[in-house]
Structures are given as structure tokens and as C-alpha cells.
């Protein structure tokens, strides 16, 4: 059974800090992109972070809300994706998700082309 575990989350203060941890059973993350998403109370899902598999570098990509202050990253060995959250905001607030996508293809942010998905952890951005 392939299944995606997000863990992480929690509350923290604005200007602080929090690392999410995706993890793999079931299947090895090594060939997979594995993108980040969030969606907060009464809004669109959103595209936080990517980053690719070894086949395309491991490149990595942000939106523009969290260049600068979040940091995608795999440990392959571990099956584990983080996603280190600095300098948080109140509007960083959301649920946030990690996905699963095999193609590789773009754009990262398409939620749709993502095979397998987390439950989601909380986080909170208190003022």
C-alpha cells in the first residue's frame, strides 16, 4: 500500500520556525517529484515547493509567497522529504500536504498530475 506521511506540524509564533517531514511506505520516493501544498480555511489549494528526483537533478522550485524563507530538501535514504519553514507568517497558516508524482512533468504546481497524497498536517502562525 503506498502511502504518503506528513508530520511536523504545529504551532509557532510569526518569525519562527518549523521542518515538515513527508514520508514514504509502500513505495521508494527516489523517482518520484514530490511537491508541497498547502490550503488554508476558505482558499484555493496552493503549490508551495518541489523538488525532483535525481533523473531531473533534484531541482527544486518555490512560489514567490515562500522563496527565501522555506527550503525543500530529500534524503532518499530515508524515503523522507522535508520542508523547512523559517520566518514564518500569519498567512503561512494552512494545512499543508506533500505529493507524489512520477512524470515529472510541469508545471509543479498542478495538483492534479500528482499521484499520491498525505493527509496533511496543521500549521499555525500565530501574530
Known amino acids: 500500500q503506498l502511502q504518503l506521511v506528513e508530520s511536523g506540524g504545529g504551532l509557532v509564533q510569526s518569525g519562527g520556525s518549523l521542518r515538515l517531514s513527508c514520508a514514504a511506505s509502500g513505495f521508494s520516493l527516489a523517482y518520484y517529484a514530490i511537491g508541497w501544498f498547502r490550503q488554508a480555511p476558505g482558499k484555493e489549494r496552493e503549490g508551495v515547493a518541489c523538488?525532483?528526483?535525481?533523473?531531473?537533478?533534484?531541482?527544486?522550485y518555490y512560489a514567490d509567497s515562500v522563496k527565501g524563507r522555506f527550503t525543500v530538501s530529500r534524503d532518499d535514504a530515508k524515503n523522507t522529504v522535508y520542508l523547512q519553514m523559517n520566518s514564518l507568517k500569519p498567512e503561512d497558516t494552512a494545512i499543508y500536504y506533500c505529493?507524489?508524482?512520477?512524470?515529472?512533468?510541469?508545471?509543479?504546481?498542478?495538483?492534479?498530475?500528482?499521484?499520491?497524497w498525505g493527509q496533511g498536517t496543521q500549521v499555525t502562525v500565530s501574530s
Open positions: 523538488i525532483m528526483s535525481v533523473r531531473e537533478d533534484e531541482r527544486t
Open positions: 505529493a507524489a508524482d512520477t512524470q515529472e512533468s510541469p508545471p509543479w504546481w498542478y495538483g492534479a498530475k500528482y499521484e499520491n
